[in-house]
T-cell receptor, first 112, second 115 residues
Framework: DQQVKQNSPSLSVQEGRISILNCDYT??????FLWYKKYPAEGPTFLIS?????DKNEDGRFTVFLNKSAKHLSLHIVPSQPGDSAVYFC???????????FGGGTRLMVKP | DGGITQSPKYLFRKEGQNVTLSCEQN?????MYWYRQDPGQGLRLIYY???????QKGDIAEGYSVSREKKESFPLTVTSAQKNPTAFYLC??????????????FGQGTRLTVV
């Protein structure tokens, strides 16, 4: 049973607009959440993270929002750029350790 | 430069053969992980290790084996018992300790194909 889900397998956005990627989780014990970006045939690279004690974390064009009551997090990219086109994975870890549980990924396509 | 290195990048295996994927890190991380990615799917945890000479099964450990004789190295053996070994394999490492909430760093992956 998937504990971390990304229900949209793909998303297409115009350059300059906002991209919103969503992620839901079921395990209320998760206390740390991360977003990774992945290009084909490469390893994922870390993008941004958020602890369960916060509801927002911002880093440049990237902002992650966490809604613990809804067990939902989202990644906002503003403005979107063609170089942002990649697969984005959300991941979560339990309080006791750094083992990550990943969602299925969302492929973002930013059109020029 | 510090990082995590997987080799080889591409690997072909005949059915019935065992094959070992290499993963080395010089980040001085305590924890290391192996994930598998199938086309259009997320990353699934195979094995992880938080300390030398100790490792734990992940969600899909059947048909795989690992060892952790050195902190820097965490090789994964795909055995003939693994029914569908063709996949993209990713190794990762992360620090442990008081600052628990840090990200895992990934290698560039090994694509294994059974021929």
């Amino acid at each position: 049973d998937q504990q971390v889900k990304q229900n949209s397998p793909s998303l297409s956005v115009q350059e300059g607009r906002i991209s919103i990627l969503n992620c839901d989780y079921t395990n209320s014990m998760f206390d740390y959440f991360l977003w990774y970006k992945k290009y084909p045939a490469e390893g994922p690279t870390f993008l941004i993270s958020i602890s369960s004690i916060k509801d927002k974390n911002e880093d440049g064009r990237f902002t992650v929002f966490l809604n613990k009551s809804a067990k939902h997090l989202s990644l906002h990219i503003v403005p979107s750029q063609p170089g942002d086109s990649a697969v984005y994975f959300c991941a979560a870890s339990l309080y006791a350790g750094n083992m990550l549980t990943f969602g299925g990924g969302t492929r973002l396509m930013v059109k020029p | 430069d510090g990082g995590i290195t997987q080799s080889p990048k591409y690997l072909f295996r005949k059915e019935g053969q065992n094959v070992t994927l290499s993963c080395e890190q010089n980040l001085n991380h305590d924890a290391m992980y192996w994930y598998r990615q199938d086309p259009g799917q997320g990353l699934r945890l195979i094995y992880y290790s938080q300390i030398v000479n100790d490792f734990q099964k992940g969600d899909i450990a059947e048909g795989y084996s690992v060892s952790r004789e050195k902190k820097e190295s965490f090789p994964l053996t795909v055995t003939s018992a693994q029914k569908n070994p063709t996949a993209f394999y990713l190794c990762a490492s992360s620090p442990l300790g008081e600052d628990r909430n840090t990200e895992a760093f990934f290698g560039q992956g090994t694509r294994l194909t059974v021929v």
